[in-house]
């Protein structure tokens, strides 16, 4: 798993700088030149890129990606007419269960390529954007992870994790003496959950697609009721 996975990033920007001099794979380094943002340019001005996967299971060092869905966005559009989707072959096995969650079945992946074959148009998609997910740790690690794997480097990017958003809100929502003789909890942080709680629609889950564009507009409804236009981009990131 990367070293920066559970740090604190200070500065993006001189971060992808310094991987793109010590990127030993030419793809990469292509990805971290391209840069990102300084911590303080607003939400406004950023391209954001909703990224989601469909996996085996929940260990990035044991389970793999079978499926990938993004779509770019910002504040005030979701581009669908650029949304990419594709179906890869998995590193391990793809499991009963697992095909009782996302309905992926091995027919589905009898042809699917791997992660290599579409790494370029994948990190061209990636690069220089912001990239949103629903609990980082699927997406980030297992991308590094099978990287891992199949080049002998991993990757590092920001992210905004609208699942750490929303526990955040719940944590301070559910704080205090007075909530705690109320007995009031914390809700669901779930995709689903979160959405609904925005009057969001209602949208099938479990396909990366999907996923990826319910990801986008959460985050437009959170920023709309949380934060502001304005608001730093340093202060959502991870």
């Given amino acids: 798993m990367n070293n920066f ?14 991987k793109a001099k010590n990127s030993k794979d030419p793809r990469l380094a292509d990805f971290y030149n391209t840069g990102t943002y300084s911590n303080e340019t607003p939400l406004n001005d950023i391209e954001f ?3 989601d996967f469909e996996t085996t299971g929940l260990d990035s060092q044991k389970n793999g990606i079978i499926s990938i869905g993004l779509v770019p966005f910002n504040l005030q559009r979701i581009f669908c007419r650029k949304a990419k989707e594709w179906y890869l072959n998995p590193q391990d096995k793809l499991q009963e269960n697992s095909i009782i969650i996302h309905g992926i079945t091995h027919s589905d992946l009898q042809d699917a390529p791997d992660l290599l074959r579409i790494l370029e148009q994948l990190l061209a998609e990636l690069a220089g954007k912001v990239v949103v997910v629903h609990y980082r740790h699927i997406e980030r690690d297992f991308l590094d992870h099978t990287l891992r794997l199949l ?17 955040n809100l719940q944590r301070v929502n559910t704080s205090g003496l007075l909530n705690f003789f109320k007995r009031k909890r914390p809700e669901s942080i779930r995709l689903a959950n979160s959405r609904d709680r925005y009057n969001l629609p209602a949208y099938a889950p479990h396909d990366a697609l999907t996923d990826a564009i319910a990801t986008a507009e959460l985050l437009q409804a959170q920023i709309k009721y949380h ?7 340093k202060k959502l990131w991870l």
């Fill in 227 to 233: 934060f502001s236009p304005d608001t730093a981009i």
């Fill in 151 to 167: 080049i002998n480097e991993g990757i590092i990017f920001p992210v905004i994790d609208t699942m750490q958003i929303e526990a």
């Fill in 5 to 18: 996975s559970n740090q604190e990033i200070l500065n993006w920007a001189a971060l992808l700088k310094l």
């Fill in 49 to 51: 890129v909703a990224l």
